[in-house]
């Protein structure tokens, strides 16, 4: 894996005296403790902007919050994963792997999803808009309950519902409001 590019200007190194030592997730690349944009006045979240993670292993971890901004995840496994409140935001996740992971209130704005794995997952409350690619994702029994589409990807996905989400039991026709 390549390493991590450098934190945005506006986040800060972990000082391990204050705030114990830098993150680091399974998949052997470092993370550090930051402020996600400058929109996150004093918050700290864990950060990975523009890191090249392609292929990497995450089936069952929790990374709720953990920003992914730009970057690359194509075939990474999520499988499982519990990433809540996470952002993919201008990231590529080509055939990246969300079978049965909670992605509720995660921001795939201008994400590349191209042939990702929804299938069984709960994406309640995602932020999918502007451009985000959806071309040959995969959403049998994923429940996207109160996630807002363009019209288009609405439609697209729509063609494309089958099943009944395990966890919520929510099918995923319904909650995509499918007429």
């Given at each position: 894996l390549s390493p991590i590019a450098p934190p945005p200007a506006h986040a800060e190194d972990v000082d391990p005296a204050k705030n114990g030592p830098k993150t680091a997730l399974q998949g052997g690349f470092k993370v550090l403790q930051g402020a996600a944009s400058t929109q996150d006045s004093g918050s700290r979240r864990t950060i990975t902007r523009g890191a090249t993670l392609d292929n990497s292993q995450f089936p069952g971890q929790k990374l709720d919050g953990i920003s992914f901004q730009q970057s690359l995840c194509r075939?990474?496994?999520?499988?499982?994963?519990?990433l809540k409140g996470a952002s993919f935001f201008d990231g590529d996740l080509t055939q990246a792997d969300f079978e049965g992971a909670d992605i509720s209130q995660v921001n795939f704005e201008m994400a590349c999803m191209k042939d990702a794995n929804l299938k069984n997952a709960v994406v309640n409350e995602a932020y999918i808009l502007a451009t985000t690619k959806l071309d040959g994702v995969k959403i049998d029994g994923a429940d996207f309950t109160d996630t807002f589409l363009r019209k288009d990807q609405q439609r697209y996905l729509c063609g494309r519902a089958t099943?009944?989400?395990?966890?919520?039991g929510v099918d995923t026709y319904d909650s995509l409001q499918c007429r």
């Open positions: 075939d990474c496994n999520f499988k499982g994963a519990s099943g009944t989400n395990p966890k919520t």
